[in-house]
């Protein structure tokens, strides 16, 4: 999981390493509330400072 949060593994190369499909793996994300959503150290600062 910490490959996905960290944008090292894709979540459709983690669904195939663990065998269930995309869905099931955002499904098994949202459960352990992981975001699926990957931002770059910074990135998600700057985009809600945009937002205002």
Do not use: C, N, Y
Not at 7 to 23: N, T
Not at 38 to 43: A, D, L
């Amino acid at each position: 999981m910490d490959l996905v949060r960290e944008g090292r593994l894709s979540h459709a190369k983690a669904a195939e390493l663990l065998e269930i499909s995309l869905a099931e793996f955002l499904t098994f994300m949202a459960r352990h509330r992981v975001s699926p959503f990957v931002f770059p150290e910074g990135e998600l600062e700057q985009e809600l400072e945009r937002a205002k």
